[in-house]
């Protein structure tokens, strides 16, 4: 059979059988699928590349910064400094397995998320029904559906008894689709093409054939898969930050290697010297040394293992996070395009309002009540057993089962039938001892041509028709209403009014559902629609909802004072989508709606133009959701795309993060996303934004911290080996303020394990009342460099000072003093650092940061106090004078800090300037 790509929809049932070679009656036969499978190959989608565990370990080391590092490590070894080179190469074989261990494991949870397919389904072959294997069907085979199949491919339907299919994960659409076998218009959008079915859906009630009409990447399924695939991934901003101070420290060393270079040729000949082979070597030595300490080694690690962190913690909130850069991304989110159904909806319907005798009821149990406009909410016990026999009617006209389970009731069957279930069992009506009480013996299916369902039951010598549908249909066919116990001729006055209230309940977003009950007068052969259905007594209409899920509409609230723009897109039709979306604040006054036809017949220019107005998106198509994200990309945003469906693919693929449902998302979903979400709450979002942002500035806190530790110590080591030492008649290696071993150590007692601490320090309490973070922002924002600007105020002077205070003591003697003073110095800096703007009274530091620094303390006594490692360190104990010092420097520095805290230097500096 040759591959031709016919519009399978447009054309009639008998059309597609003859084209595909398939018997509705006989399938196909055994020998005649083989060759098939052989021309089409298996039935499954193809994966992107899997990343190996040797990609992700060698992605660890695909960064500015560690290759800075590498050469530092390179250059400390060639200059004997092996000891140096050793520590530095450790910390980043640590960083690059740290960060691998968090990605390889975030993928192997990807993959067992992965294996929650359904593996099998019923085909006709050989004239017998048989399982198969999902990779085994093939174009031209007969599935067979029923309620709680997974449809494996795309099909043409050929038979349809009540056939209803859940399509979410393809569409969006959130109520089941009744399958016709009629063939439509060539043009009918897939959400409209109601005699086909998609793979990845699911049958809700009813039973049917359909003939598959594509397999594999050639399903809508596939495409979109192919889709996903084909778009290209950009850097995170955490990424590109990082390669920005990379960029920045790589220009900071060649610039201190060459006017250090610069300063000691010209001042060696000044000093008496002569510019020999040996003192060239030694300056360059000392240049480059100097350069090595401007590199915070521990950068990429503490990096590394803050985003851990975050991905931890993220775990415990219901989330997985693909890649630890993603953590941070999400805290410069700016919108957040997030699909309707069960992401900011429950994914599951409910009826929420009655409309009987005339009267507006709330139903009980439900997640929010209504109060129409114009119509009160009365109390059910006024109409107590008119809302139980609409109940009964309900109950006895659907198919839907309802089971008790851990976590209440589990829905078996159509959703909106479940709901009207549901609605039973809240006003005290047992469904299942209803059932068994009122035998069923006659049933006219529900068919989108009809729109309507009846059914026949028989109990205690009653003879009872019940019916439900759309309410223009049922009003006609009954001449009865049911008020306040009693039936009234149903006038056409009670007609308008019925209609009236089903236009108020679609005007608020409900699906309205008429229920109507008949008393049958005697048994006959056949049950006809003709016969049956006829006469009716109007019980009421049933409004039905998927409703906002409870903690959403905080969730957007503290989106707004965040200044996250929220935007809900969703295949439901408009109205729907608009009621959940003023329930949940995301529509406001002045907000635009745009449905997917009006989208279609934008140009980008004008979706570009229009998009920060449109709030709402209704019954789009999976391209319109790639250029939603496009067009909010265009205008310079950071874009999160939640979603669960297949449809949602693309888009979350094209966004900077992409938030998959863990739960009802499919598998292409979760593999195009940066985050999945275990629990598909919308609310856990806005915990990772609110996350990421705190993971952000933490890593902003301790990036300033290990700069300006190292910028404190390249200030302070040039202006005393330059400028103080050379004038007092010290040469050679005493010309050195600091020591290798020295200024390695301080680097790593400081930049260590306080600087880690540091990434466990609280959120800062308007964490989330500010705006994010602008898309080109650089990370050397005022608040770093001021922060810098104040320790290089505050910390040189009292160093040098220290320093020489104690130099005519002796060059250890000055040395000794001034790694003492470096240490404690930056460790009580490092408390500063808990805010960069603000008091440490308003923001506490973590209770690790207080342990890591007394740690600190405990350490360098020790170390100072034994022989063997005090000569290591190439100091003396401390006396007196000395420990004064220290405690004075540590002291003054930090009440400096805090103070200076009170003022924006910029702001001084330019009201000095007279600006």
């Known amino acids: 059979m040759a591959e031709k790509q016919y519009a399978w929809h447009s054309l009639e049932a008998s059309d597609c059988l003859r084209l595909l070679g398939a018997d509705p009656d006989h399938g196909l036969s055994g020998e005649e699928a083989r060759q098939r499978l052989q021309i089409f190959g298996p039935n499954k989608i193809e994966e992107g590349r899997r990343v190996s565990p040797l990609r992700i370990l060698l992605k660890q080391f695909r960064n500015l910064m560690i290759l800075i590092l590498i050469v530092a490590t390179a250059i400390a070894a060639l200059l004997g400094e092996v000891l140096d080179s050793i520590v530095i190469l450790v910390i980043i074989l640590l960083a690059a397995a740290l960060g691998f261990w968090q990605e390889f ?29 999902a990779e085994e069907v093939v174009p031209g085979d007969i599935l067979l559906l029923e309620a ?5 491919a795309d099909a043409r339907v050929i038979y349809s008894q009540g056939l209803q299919v859940y399509e979410a994960a393809l569409t969006g659409e959130s109520i089941p689709v009744a399958k016709t076998v009629s063939p439509t218009s060539e043009d009918t959008p897939v959400p409209d093409r109601v005699n086909m079915v998609y793979a990845g859906t699911t049958v809700t009630s009813g039973k ?44 900071i060393i060649l610039v201190i290697i060459a006017v250090i270079a610069l300063v000691e040729l010209v001042e060696v000949p000044l000093l008496g010297g002569e510019l020999t082979y040996t003192a ?93 406009s114009g119509s009160s909410s009365q109390q059910l016990s006024e109409a107590e057993a008119d809302l139980k026999k609409l109940a009964l009617a309900a109950v006895l006209s659907s198919d839907a089962v309802i089971k008790k389970g851990a976590k209440g009731f589990e829905v078996y069957g159509d959703p909106t039938e479940g709901a009207l279930v549901l609605m039973a069992e809240a006003l005290g009506v047992d469904s299942a001892e209803v059932r068994a009480r009122f035998r069923r013996i006659g049933e006219i299916p529900f068919s989108s041509e009809r729109k309507r369902m009846t059914t026949i039951t028989s109990a205690e010598d009653a003879l009872m028709a019940y019916m439900k549908g759309a309410p223009e249909v049922v009003v006609g066919l009954c001449d009865k209403v049911l008020v306040n116990g009693s039936t009234e001729d149903l006038t056409e006055e009670w007609r308008e009014r019925l209609l009236r209230a089903n236009e108020e309940m679609a005007s608020r977003g409900l699906r309205v559902l008429a229920v109507a009950e008949r008393s049958m007068i005697e ?164 915990k990772a934004v609110e996350l990421g942002r705190w993971i952000y500035d933490n890593i902003k806190k301790y990036l300033a911290y290990l700069l300006e530790a190292n910028f404190v110590e390249i200030a302070v080591i040039a202006i005393s080996a330059l400028i103080i030492l050379p004038f007092s008649g010290l040469k050679g290696e005493e010309l050195l303020p600091l020591l290798p071993v020295q200024i390695l150590y301080i680097n790593l007692a400081t930049d260590g394990l306080p600087a880690i601490a540091l990434g466990f320090t609280p959120p800062e309490p308007d964490l989330m009342r500010r705006p994010p973070r602008p898309r080109g922002e650089t990370v050397f924002t005022r608040d ?43 460790l009580a800096i490092a408390l500063n650092t808990v805010s960069l703007s603000q008091s440490i009274f308003k923001v506490r530091p973590h ?21 063997v490692t005090r000569e290591a360190l190439h100091i003396l104990v401390p006396g007196p004078r000395d420990i004064a010092w220290i405690a004075a420097g540590a002291t003054t520095t930090f009440v400096s800090i805090e103070l200076l805290k009170r003022f924006e230097i910029s702001r001084l500096y330019r009201a000095m300037r007279g600006e």
């Not at 709680?148 to 494996?152: E, F, I, L």
């Not at 209770?847 to 022989?867: G, Q, R, S, Y």
């Open 105 to 133: 494991r975030s993928e192997r949870i990807i993959e067992a998320l992965r294996g929650m397919m359904t593996p099998t389904c019923n085909v006709l072959r050989d004239g017998v029904m048989v399982k198969v294997k």
């Open 148 to 152: 709680g199949d997974r449809v494996v």
């Open 208 to 251: 049917g054939r359909a003939v598959v009409t594509a397999t594999g990447m050639r399903m809508e399924f596939g495409k979109i898969a192919k889709e996903v695939m084909e778009i290209r991934e950009e850097k995170t901003p955490l990424e590109m930050r990082m390669e920005e101070v990379a960029r920045n420290l790589g220009k």
């Open 280 to 372: 060239l070597i030694t300056i360059f030595m000392f240049a480059v040394s100097l350069a090595v300490a401007a590199v915070p080694e521990a950068l990429p690690a503490i990096v590394t293992s803050t985003l851990s962190v975050g991905m931890w913690i993220l775990a415990r909130r219901n989330s997985v996070a693909r890649s630890m850069t993603a953590v941070e991304t999400l805290g410069s989110t700016e919108v957040i395009c997030s699909d309707k159904t069960g992401t900011i909806t429950k994914g599951e319907m409910v009826a929420r309002e009655v409309f009987l005798g005339g009267r507006f009821y709330s139903v009980p149990n439900t997640s929010s009540q209504s109060n129409p």
């Open 523 to 686: 048994h006959v052969p056949e049950y006809s629609e003709e016969y049956v259905e006829q006469g009716f007594v109007m019980l009421g209409l049933v409004g039905i909802i998927d409703p906002p899920r409870p903690e959403v509409k905080e969730a957007v609230e503290r989106c707004r004072a965040a200044k996250v723009r929220p935007v809900m897109i969703t295949g439901d039709h408009r109205l729907t989508a608009l009621a959940v979306a003023k329930e949940v604040s995301i529509y406001r006054e002045g907000d635009i709606v745009v449905t997917g036809a009006e989208l279609s017949k934008m140009s980008d220019k004008e979706l570009e133009d229009k998009v920060e107005k449109i709030s709402v998106y209704a019954r789009v198509a999976p391209s319109d959701k790639l250029r939603i994200v496009e067009a909010w990309k265009k205008r310079g945003k950071t874009v999160a795309m939640t979603g669960d469906g297949v449809n949602d693919a693309p888009a979350l693929k094209r966004a900077d993060i992409g938030v998959a449902m863990g739960v009802t998302g499919t598998e292409v979903a979760k593999e195009a996303s940066d985050l999945v979400l275990l629990d598909d709450n919308f609310s856990t979002i806005v």
């Open 784 to 826: 770093v460099k001021e922060y810098i600007l104040r320790a290089l105020l505050v910390e040189p002077p009292l160093l040098l000072l220290g320093f020489m205070d104690a130099l005519p003591l002796g060059i250890e003697a000055a040395r000794s003093r001034m790694f003492l003073m470096f240490v404690f110095i930056e």
């Open 847 to 867: 209770k690790l940061l207080i342990i890591t620094i007394l740690w600190e303390i405990a350490m360098i006594t020790v170390l100072t106090i034994i022989p």
